[in-house]
Structure formats: structure tokens, C-alpha cells
């Protein structure tokens, strides 16, 4: 079944390109289409300024609240650039299994004709939509390491190494998981074939993400983990309060992010249908269960529930459900909210206490455990048994037998490379970092707060 598996082609989150040369005749851009994956994009560009921001910056001290709005705004803007000049090219133009090619460097040969395919043969977006869209996920994905060693880190040392990471652990990763040629080229048994060994490597493995479980969450929280124990703790960590500043403004951000994550996750649909539907459906009541679960969980063993603990819980449940969004039923969606809430808050105490590391805002806990859960529950969840939309074959377009060990195997190993990769790519990547222009501010600027020893300025004047 693993190898019928690769024939077996899924909707795995913004993922293809589809040449015209493939297309049927005629082809043209769906106006409804492209309208709902512009306003998704936008979504996105939401959850990371403002939602990320603000959802980070509540959580540091007053102190240095300014630094972490600064560095998850100007990693956006890094990334949003370096996206047009040679990710996108990198990522999904025509190559190998690891790394496209420099055809489409600066989008050359990109025109307003341009066609990406959807999940559906023969329907189109303009592919500057779809280079907007997926670019909107790499610009958030680096943004979401800051939180990891926020508090103690060079501005300098963040630009250089979200460059580094960027080229060689999101490039790669969105290649393994998220390139194939489209659906137009699977017209038989041979062309599937043929048509897989174009894919990324995870995709080749059957690996299912439908919007980023692995390339974003598990890559970004790999990179959090090495960064944190690299850069080492905090000053004063463990000994003096460093209690979130505005749980406020950190409500505010888990909102913003639980709205824009309807883009997110819907818009990895590429098509306004009921597949983008199910997803929304899905985001949303796997989120409230996340919420409710991390909630109660924390009133139990802690005496009252919190504030902090519902906006970490609704964090947990998006992550968790990304992966799946549009692969499993309602159920599924509510059995894997229920338990990110309770698993992710072990993330941030028990498993945090056991790796003995200043992960900031606990990405890692949050994000990394997240992830792996969602990616792992997808293969079960996905099953039509269990109300999950199966694979699909575009070659008899219909849905095959589903084999749940075959992709659990398969889940694993998106998982593992994820793991593997961001993790060797991010030690190569702090090291050069620190070896350029240092990776940690000195003890004195670090206990005066980032805002005015790195920005000259400060978020609060009292």
C-alpha cells in the first residue's frame, strides 16, 4: 500500500504549481477562487502584524516589549522580500525533490497570465495569488522563532540568522511537503508516476499537511528549541518574576490569530468549495475545544483558571488542527482540540522542566508539541471510517482504500524530517551567527531591557 500511496494524490495545503502545458484547453482563472485565496493571504499577513506581535509582545516584560514587535515586524518584511527575490523560486519552480530551481528568480517569467492549479482539474488561480499566499506563510513561519529566545537577543543576530534558516530550513521543507505538479498532469497510472518523481520528498512519501503542521509549526519550534539552548537563559531566569507584561494585549493577539487563521487554514483549500468549509469548521471548534481543555486542565491542578492558559489554549488547538483541517471529520477536529489543550500544557511545564531550557514564550511546548500531535492524528483522523476525507486518486478521481499504518508511517516520517532538518540547518545556522556578530546582547543591555539598549525607545513612557 506505501507505494500505492504515492500514486494516491491529497489537497496537502498551498501546494502545487501546474503548468499551462498541463492544462486543458482554455484555461482560465476562477475569479471566485482567486478572490477567496487573496482575502486568505491578507488573513495570514494578519495573524503575523498585528496578531503575532501582540500576542508575543503581552507576553515579555514591559521592558522589552518593543524589541519583540520589532523583530516579528521586521522578520516579516525580511522574509516578504526575500520570498519574491528567490524563495518562491527555490521553493516551487521545476526541480528536485529538496530545492526547485533559480528559474523564477525576481518571478521571472511571471506574468498576470500565469496560471496555479488547485485541487481540482482545471481550475486556476493567478499565480501571483498563489505567490502571495504562500508567501504569507513563510514571512510568519520565521516570525514565529522569536518567541523562543526573546528577551536576550542581538536585532543583528535575528536578521542574519531568520536569512540563514529561511534559505535552508523553510525552503526545503515547503519544497518536501507541498510541491507536486498538480492535478492535470495525473491523467493515468504512467503519468502518475512519472508526475510523483517531480514531487517534494515527503510529498513522494505520502506525508499528509494540509496547511502546516510540519513545514511551519514543527520547523519554526525546532528552531525556537535549538535557539533557546544555545543562547542560553535568561538573566535571572527561575529566580526573578518574569510574568507577561499585558495579558491584555495577549488576549487581543490569540484573537487576531484565531480570526486570521480561518485564512490559514481555510485558504490552504486553494478553492472556495466545501473543502475550504470543512476546514474553517474545523479550525474553529478544534480551537474552542483546545481552549476549554488547556482551561480546565489548569483550574484543576492549579486552583483557577487563567487568562494566560484559554489564549495558550486556543494557540495549542490551531496548531493542532493545521495539519488536519481539511482531512479529518468534526470529530476528529474536536478529539484533537480536546487533547492539544492538555498534551501542549504539559509542553510548557513538564516537558519544559525536563529539557531544562528558557524557551521564552514556549514555542517549542506549544508549537513543536503541537504539531507533532496534529501531524500524528491526521493519519488517524483521516480515515473515512472515522469521518476523515481519505486520499484521493486523481488518476480514477475517486477516494482509494485508506491504509492507516501504511500513513502513519508516512506521518512519521514528516515528522522526523521535520524534526531532523530544521534542527541540523538551525545549530549550523546559530553557530555562524554567532561567530559574525554575536548571538546575545551583553548582561548589562540585557538587564536594562532591549527596547532602549537595541532600539533607542521605548513601548511605554510613565
Known sequence: MKKNLAALIVPTAAVLFSSPALAQATPAVSKA???WILLSAALVILMSIPGLALFYGGLVRSKNMLSVLMQVFITFAL????WVVFGYSLAFSEGGS??????KILLSGVTADSLAGTFSKGVYLSEFTYIIFQGAFASITCA?????????????????????????????MARMVWYWPGPDAYTDAAAAEAANATAGFLFQKGALDFAGGTVVHINAAVAGLIGACLIGKRVGYARDSMAPH???LTMVGASLLWFGWFGFNAGSALE????????????????ACATLSWMFTEWVFKGKPSMLGAASGAVAGLVAITPGAGFVGVGGAIFMGLTAGVVCLWGVNGLKRMLNVDDSL?????????????????GIFCSPSLGGSGVYDYVTQSVGEYDMAAQMLSQTWGVLTAVVWSGAVSFVAYKLVDAVVGLRVPEEEEREGLDITSHGESAYHF
Request: glycine share 12%; hydrophobic share 60%.
Open 144 to 172: 514565529l522563532i522569536v518567541g523562543a529566545f526573546a528577551e536576550r537577543v542581538r536585532f543583528s543576530a535575528v536578521l542574519l540568522f531568520m536569512f540563514l534558516w529561511f534559505s535552508f530550513s523553510y525552503l526545503p
Open 246 to 248: 499585558s495579558l491584555s
Open 362 to 378: 514556549d514555542v517549542f511546548g506549544v508549537h513543536g508539541v503541537g504539531g507533532i500531535l496534529g501531524s500524528l492524528l491526521t
Open 33 to 35: 477562487d482567486n478572490a
Open 79 to 82: 522574509i516578504s522580500v526575500l
Open 272 to 287: 472556495a468549495n466545501g473543502g475550504a468549509a470543512i476546514a474553517m469548521l474545523n479550525t474553529w471548534v478544534a480551537t
Open 98 to 103: 529538496f530545492f526547485g530551481s533559480f528559474d
